[in-house]
């Protein structure tokens, strides 16, 4: 991401004073949420602001086309941040209450659950359900947040954007959004224009054109999957728990089952996601147990292949732009959903409290995408030494023998291993933290010590059984 160095500008020119006119290009969760923390600023600094959302994605349809294509996993840490802002996703968005996680390894399994009465992480849908949904069935989780953006009374303007022009003769000039076909295009000016475009390559490009510095973040492909199984047999499989595999297929960086209501979504992330690679995973021994007995993989399903960002952009601001969520920054594998909210809530207050000049976003917006790149930076190396530990089967043996163990001899405060594996797959923890964790001469002593012990002993490895739960591995097994 890069710095602007020319901060020596006064930050106090292009203010968004009373009549501003801001254009929200994009409707996922980064365009309302701006919207939404545009709105509340505007009421308490007492500016009068004309907000206009602009997307063409209609969120009430079922199937991709009015899908923003994810996993569909809301963090805690989001419900805690949508909390703080008096939003509380309704039940209808809800698809299920997770109670923990499972990490199935080609080495054995751990079940991880908090410490903690109610958990509260949901998983939803970004889009009214999978092809062929009932319709009305599911609320999207997009549409819940877009619907709270017409409940303010800020216009939403239900067409795509076809270009984002800078203004054109001085800096005081607007900026430009031009809305239609080549025909018949209406051009709104604003004083702010925000890219919420997500990784749409189109617009992108385009932005990338205004010579800037803008380039959109790096991607890597993803294959996703709707499998009806039914409700009873998503919770008889399931049991209302996440699935992480590390099951070493060829391409593949991430594999994950998510139940919602009737259906699961399998998430493959790697240069290999695709159709093939989806068969080879359902065929896997570790997923197919947790499948009816005699289940076959539809001929036709709900599919989408979106990309997921796996670093920054470069330079998401110029004078009167900004650009934020996913086609800005987002935390890597995980989590993207706050990372629009966070840069989302930075740009506006970076826009109402300093001004939409270059330097007033270089100065107090982009230090919450520095937080967020600096993150993904310790991620991927996190990432990197997982995938190299755990290609070992030894290693990855006795990493999850030594992670049962102490789920079953530590009090949970000192289940270091439990809280490493539990802080990468919920997201709760920045990825700094996890990996000082985890190589902290502490941790690193206690845990190859144990490992050693463990080995040395010999015993048998204690195994979870697809659908229990850790708690019934007795201590006997240990
Ligand atoms: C496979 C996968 C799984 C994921 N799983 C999770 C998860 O479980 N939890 C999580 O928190 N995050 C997850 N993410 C990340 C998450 O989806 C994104 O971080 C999040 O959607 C970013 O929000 P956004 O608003 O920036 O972009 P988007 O959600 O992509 O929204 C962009 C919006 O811009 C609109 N748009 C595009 N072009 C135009 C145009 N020309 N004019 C007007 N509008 C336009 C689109 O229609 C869309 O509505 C996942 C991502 C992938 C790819």
Request: proline share 6%; glycine share 10%; charged share 20%.
């Amino acid at each position: 991401m890069g710095r602007d160095c020319n901060m020596a500008g006064a930050e106090n020119d292009l203010q968004l004073r009373d009549g501003a006119r801001i254009a929200v290009v994009g409707a996922g969760p980064a365009g309302s949420l701006f919207a939404i923390f545009a709105w509340r600023l505007a009421a308490e600094l007492g500016r009068k602001v004309q907000i206009t959302v602009f997307d063409g994605k209609p969120f009430t349809q079922s199937g991709p086309q009015g899908c923003n294509m994810c996993a569909g996993v809301v963090a805690e840490s989001l419900v805690a941040r949508f909390r703080e802002i008096g939003l509380t996703l309704p039940e209808s968005v809800v698809q299920r209450h997770v109670r923990g996680y499972w990490w199935e390894t080609r080495a054995g399994n751990l079940h991880l659950s908090p410490q903690k009465v109610e958990l509260e992480i949901y998983t939803v849908y970004r889009g009214n359900g999978p092809r062929g949904s009932t319709p009305g069935r599911n609320v999207s989780f997009d549409d819940y947040l877009l619907g709270q953006v017409s409940s303010l009374g800020i216009q939403v303007v239900p067409q795509p954007v076809a270009d984002i022009q800078v203004p054109h003769g001085t800096r005081n000039d607007p900026a430009t959004v031009l809305v239609g076909s080549k025909a018949q295009k209406e051009v709104y000016e604003a004083d702010l224009v925000v890219g919420a475009f997500g990784l749409s390559l189109r617009l992108a490009r385009q932005v990338s054109a205004l010579g800037f510095g803008y380039v959109p973040p790096p991607t890597l492909p993803s294959y996703q999957a709707e499998l009806r199984l039914g409700a009873d047999q998503v919770k008889e499989g399931f049991q209302d728990s996440i699935v992480i595999y590390e099951l070493g297929l060829p391409g593949i960086k991430f594999g994950a089952i998510i139940p919602k209501q009737e259906h699961i979504t399998v998430t493959l992330i790697g240069e290999k996601a695709g159709k093939e690679s989806l068969l080879d995973f359902l065929a896997h021994p570790l997923v197919s147990e947790r499948l009816p007995p005699g289940w076959q993989v539809p001929g036709d399903y709900c599919h989408c292949r979106p990309r997921v960002a796996v670093a920054p952009c470069q330079k998401p601001f110029t004078d009167r732009i900004v650009i934020i969520g996913d086609a800005s920054v987002s935390r890597l594998y995980k989590n993207g959903l706050d990372s629009a909210f966070l840069t989302a809530q930075a740009a506006a207050e970076a826009a109402f409290r300093h001004g939409v000049s270059a330097q007033a976003f270089a100065r107090y917006y982009l230090p919450t995408c520095w937080t967020l790149a600096r993150d993904g930076a310790y991620g991927r190396l996190l990432f990197r030494l997982s995938a190299l530990g755990f290609a070992s089967q030894r290693f990855l043996r006795l990493f999850v023998r030594a992670a049962r163990y102490e789920q079953l001899a530590c009090r949970p405060r000192e289940q270091v291993l439990g809280r490493i594996l539990w802080g990468s797959f919920t997201g709760n923890q920045p990825y700094k933290d996890i990996l000082l964790t985890a190589l902290s001469p502490r941790i690193q002593w206690r845990l190859w010590s144990q490992l050693f012990r463990r080995n040395k002993r010999g015993s048998p490895m204690p195994r979870g059984t697809a659908g229990g739960s850790a708690d019934e591995v007795t201590p006997d097994e240990a």
